[in-house]
């Protein structure tokens, strides 16, 4: 929805603005020439509310927005000082700014303001006496307390699957614990509906897509993260001042209808909300550190270091989390029964139901209703069940005067700000052919299996440009070992309620195995692709897996140069202790178009933390082809940063 959008959601009349007070026109030359000595255009704060960042290459600056009619300047998205010259004179002009059908004063709101401000005037003195429309705007959003909200990390949306940041804003008129009523700032891609597959996620990396902020009620947004595609949502409050907030505020205002280019890696969700907080209080200067990448979960731990700027965090848990916790704590039977309620296949007065104890029943009936709301939300035509049936469930719950029986889900241990740092680096003694070598790994992002899952999805793994090199001692030679562009394991643990699908994706650069490949040939880099569906058991603690498996090795080594390969894998995941990972996992593909043979593989890794971001990960495996076979181990030290 369009910044605007929120006053037309409201009802609200639109008044055209008159015109504001118009200052006199010779007044223009020393308003620039006093803002030029006060070196205004160079000023942390003009900077952010232009959204000017430094040039990679050579010296100058850029601003990140893609709209022309941003910029009154020509030459302004390059140039802060022409575009606060030109603004100066829009003001005091009163110069109406085309597609936005009001005067300037009305449009740049938060730069009026500012340049009011620093040049010592009196408010208003600029304009904008007769911005009725922004100040109807201004007052439907009534503007209290803004809170960081981050949806947990999603693997299985390309666009989501490092998690989400955006704001909430909460309203000065709202009862407390009614933040469902407040508005939500988000900054997505522009990609339409019908976006998705290999064109949206090469869009998205590329800049194919323009960036849009969007005011949005909260509530839709909780429902499709948390109801939708059932993701945890941690919210953190921020301590921003009067003028802080207001500064943010009227800043959106000034946003609305304003692209960006979107990068999905870099220009993305959290890096625009990191400017826009850089508004509210430009001596944060956050977004320089994100030149390379942006991860919402390195973003929060950046807001986190800034002394007494996030208070702590709550938790929203998903309807899944909330299913899953609630249903836990019925007896098999009853989990069974609440089954049976949500397909209809048991009658709401029965005598399954009417003979358990009120408590239980209440129990029954909630998670009845919750899971038969899950499944219409997820895919209600694969539903037995209506929507009328679940009405009638909660009218059978609410004749029970009783409190619902199930404790709160508990927020996890660790929150997203706490989590390990996503950039690791590695270092390794590598014993493989009766040979010992020394191995170095750099991962930018963002989280494996054996990683510290404080903080992180339980379950999922995303790697990429994960390069790992080696050095033989022998030769002292440096050698590209291999490269995860991206690898994905999504883990989904099934039960009685929920029946997911696993999948793991991996794709990139790779020797195997460690010595020859399968011809008497240098053991030489090529493409692969990897993966396939599977299926999990188990919770957070111990996890057991099994994957189907599908293979495409393109090298030089083969003959006739590719190989295509199918089979599986099996695997257990155990948290011995907060820190203490170890995974098993054993697996075959046999190959069944160009190079004949096999590879086949079995491994252990474990891994221990030791102190602050440092920990010890040790390996020992086997693996093997129709002409060579042997053992592997690794004992290293991985830091992260």
């Known amino acids: 929805m369009p910044l605007l959008g929120v006053a037309l959601a409201l009802g609200m009349a639109w008044w055209p603005a008159t015109g504001a007070a118009e200052a006199p026109a010779s007044d223009l030359a020393a308003l620039q020439a006093r803002a030029a000595e006060r070196d205004l255009a160079a000023s942390p704060q003009w900077r952010a509310l232009g959204h000017y960042e430094k040039n990679w290459l050579g010296a100058g600056v850029h601003s990140t927005v893609a709209s022309e009619h941003f910029f009154l300047a020509a030459e302004g998205r390059r140039d802060p000082a022409a575009e606060l010259d030109a603004t100066l004179a829009a003001l005091v002009e009163n110069r109406r ?32 006496a007769d911005c009725d429309e922004y100040r109807q705007w201004r007052a439907a959003l009534s503007p209290k307390r803004i809170s960081l909200i981050f949806p947990t990390a999603f693997p299985n949306s390309p666009s989501s699957m490092f998690g989400h940041t955006l704001l909430r804003i909460d309203s000065s008129r709202a ?39 969007g005011l949005f009620p909260y509530y839709e947004k909780v429902k499709q993260y948390a109801w939708i595609e059932h993701r945890d949502v941690w919210s953190y409050p921020l301590q921003l001042d009067d003028d802080e907030r207001d500064r943010l505020v009227d800043h959106l205002w000034e946003m609305d209808g304003v692209r960006f ?113 899950y499944r219409l939300q997820s895919d209600a035509e694969a539903v037995e069940a209506d929507s009328d049936h679940a009405d009638a469930i909660l009218l059978a719950r609410s004749q029970i005067r009783q409190p619902s029986p199930f404790t709160p889900v508990p927020a996890p241990r660790t929150p997203p700000d706490r989590g390990h740092e996503s950039l690791r680096m590695a270092a390794a003694a590598v014993y493989e052919g009766d040979d010992l070598s020394f191995g170095l790994r750099i991962r930018p992002a963002y989280h494996d299996l054996l990683d510290d899952p404080g903080g992180y999805t339980a379950g999922a793994e995303i790697n990429f440009l994960d390069l790992g090199l080696r050095v033989d001692p022998a030769d002292g030679e440096l050698r590209i070992d291999d490269l995860q ?42 493409y692969y692709l990897q993966g396939g569906p599977g299926l999990a058991w188990g919770g957070d603690d111990l996890m057991g897996y099994v994957f189907g498996l599908a293979s495409v090795d393109a090298n030089s080594a083969l003959s006739p140069g590719y190989a295509l390969g199918a089979g599986g894998s099996a695997g257990v995941l155990a948290r011995q202790a907060p820190g203490y990972q170890l995974k098993l996992e054993a697996g075959a593909l046999e190959y069944v178009a160009g190079d004949d043979g096999h590879y086949r593989w079995a491994r252990g890794i474990q891994q221990m933390p030791l102190f602050g971001d440092l920990a010890l990960r040790a390996e020992l495996g086997w693996e093997g082809t129709a002409v060579d076979a042997g053992l592997r181990g690794v004992l290293g030290l991985q830091a992260y940063f």
């Open 175 to 213: 009862a407390r614990r009614t933040e469902l009523l407040a508005y939500a700032v988000n900054f997505a891609a522009a990609a339409g509906d019908d976006a998705q597959g290999l064109g949206f996620a090469w869009n998205g990396l590329t800049g194919g897509y323009p960036g849009v902020f």
């Open 97 to 128: 700014i085309e597609g936005r059908n009001k005067p300037a004063a009305c449009v740049f709101v938060a730069r009026r303001k500012f340049l009011e401000r620093r040049l010592g005037l009196a408010p208003q003195t600029l304009g904008g």
């Open 261 to 373: 280019d979107y990068y999905f890696l870099t220009k993305n969700c959290s890096y625009q909300l990191l400017s826009l907080l850089e508004v509210a209080r430009p001596s944060l200067d956050l977004t320089e550190d994100f030149d390379w990448y942006a991860i919402p979960a390195d973003t929060i731990r950046a807001l986190a270091d800034v002394p007494g700027l996030m208070a702590a965090p709550g938790y929203r848990p998903s309807l899944e989390t909330t299913i899953r916790w609630e249903a836990g704590q019925l007896d098999p039977a009853d989990r069974e029964l609440a089954l049976d309620v949500a397909a209809a296949r048991v009658p709401l007065e029965g005598e399954a139901l009417s003979e358990l104890a009120p408590d239980v029943r209440a129990g029954v009936l909630e998670v009845a209703h919750d899971y038969l709301y």
């Open 485 to 526: 562009i991206l690898n994905i394991i999504s883990l989904s643990p099934r039960d009685e309620l929920f029946k997911p699908v696993s999948f793991q994706i991996d794709t990139g650069l790779r020797r195997r195995p460690s010595s020859v490949v399968f011809d008497d040939v240098p053991n030489n880099l090529g």
